[in-house]
């Protein structure tokens, strides 16, 4: 990987069908109720398809940030990505992505990341600083924490 690259992957095995998971995963009204990490998704259309640009609130650290991103996959049942840039392209990017793989015994895994690339990328990197340590971290252990909700709230419902 280069040093204008990084990435973060976290996965979570869940007791129910895909179907099941990317319903709730996509019910972005629900949000509130059970996301801790990403609050808040507005499609700036519906039905969501590649192309269109969401309004989305995450939690990070003691705020919170909106950005928008541009829905760059959404593949019923398997995949849901988007990609945001941080003032312009280059600078920072981030291609977030969910996809759900099947399992043999009827659940699936979910896998939950993004790739971030760019200039502020490059400096983290090079310059080890504990603002970019904290800063992955940091997001990472919220995708960890909306991935454990996610569970919870799928495999509870009916």
């Not at 309004?55 to 909106?66: A, C, E, F, Q």
């Not at 049942?77 to 003032?87: A, I």
């Not at 603002?131 to 919220?142: A, D, I, V």
Request: proline share 5%; aromatic share 12%.
């Amino acid at each position: 990987m280069s040093n204008w690259r990084d990435s973060i992957s976290t996965s979570i095995d869940i007791t129910a069908p895909p179907a099941k998971v990317f319903s709730v995963l996509t019910d972005f009204e629900t949000y509130p109720l059970w996301n801790p990490f990403l609050l808040s998704v507005t499609p700036s259309t519906t039905p969501v398809l590649p192309g269109i640009t969401l309004t989305n609130i995450i939690k990070s650290g003691d705020s919170n940030m909106t950005f928008r991103p541009t829905v760059t996959a959404f593949q019923k049942d398997r995949r849901f990505e988007w990609l945001g840039k941080l003032l312009w392209g280059g600078l920072f990017d981030g291609r977030h992505h969910f996809t759900i793989v099947e399992s043999k015994e009827g659940g699936c895994t979910l896998v939950h990341g993004e790739d971030f690339s760019g200039l502020i990328v490059w400096l983290g990197r090079i310059s080890g600083g504990q603002w970019y340590k904290n800063l992955m971290q940091q997001t990472r252990g919220g995708f960890i924490r909306m991935n454990e909700e996610l569970k919870r709230r799928t495999e509870e419902t009916k």
